[in-house]
């Protein structure tokens, strides 16, 4: 059961976001654009996906601790859930081993289907020594119960604009990036993930050198990575 919880909330971000378009109307989705694309270039793009699935910068203890938060309120997993995967694809990508190449396992697996691996300790061991991290996924699913039940009874509202539309559109970020640059059968640059995740098109480039923080010279996410967030630059050739 455990491994389908992460599927049920997602289900639950697409019914209550629908629900909440019947009710209240469109005008809400403003906000909700709005938050999807900072939850999107500062939380998935910046701190899930470049910081800690694979340590292209560092950043301030305050900055990590308040983007630790928002990494596991986004609705995809806990970051050591998700950078297990993530890790794992890239080792394994566009393989029978990989856990979403749309060549392989097919579309409808990964938008409907269980990713499931064995990730092995080591793959994640810097993740596994940050006691945070442990604590966020030992509680992951709690907090977001805790999440739907107070904004239930606080504002409906707010449970469907501001929680549950903006964690669907990060998730759908993440299916396109999973698909559209992978349709070939390998890493490919694609414009169209690039313009609608707002910087993770340049994939091959990506695959190609995983620990560059900034994918292109035009890369929303890494331009903000750069002025707002990095303490310390890994690896930095693209300036």
């Known amino acids: 059961m455990n491994k389908y919880k992460i599927r049920i909330l997602q289900a639950f971000f697409v019914l209550t976001g629908l629900v909440g378009i019947m009710y209240y109307g469109f005008t809400g989705l403003i906000v909700s654009g709005i938050l999807y694309i900072l939850l999107e270039v500062f939380v998935g793009n910046a701190t899930l996906h470049r910081y800690y699935g694979h340590r292209s910068f560092k950043m301030s203890y305050n900055k990590e601790r308040i983007l630790r938060w928002l990494a596991h309120h986004i609705g995809v997993g806990s970051v050591i859930g998700w950078s297990g995967h ?140 750069n002025k707002f967030l990095k303490n310390e630059i890994h690896n930095s050739s693209i300036k």
């Open 86 to 225: 993530h890790r794992w694809h890239h080792k394994y990508s566009d393989t029978d081993e990989d856990l979403h190449s749309p060549t392989k396992q097919g579309i409808a697996h990964i938008i409907f289907g269980v990713w499931d691996a064995n990730i092995p300790r080591n793959m994640i061991r810097d993740l596994l020594a940050d006691k945070n991290l442990i604590w966020w996924h030992k509680n992951y699913f709690k907090y977001h119960i805790a999440i739907i039940i107070f904004l239930s009874i606080v504002s409906p509202w707010s449970l469907a604009f501001i929680y549950a539309i903006p964690n669907l559109c990060c998730l759908i970020s993440g299916y396109i990036i999973a698909i559209l640059p992978h349709m070939s059968g390998e890493a490919k640059n694609n414009f169209i993930t690039e313009i609608l995740t707002l910087g993770e098109g340049n994939h091959k480039f990506h695959h190609d050198y995983p620990n560059e923080y900034k994918f292109g010279k035009y890369d929303i996410t890494g331009f903000v990575i």
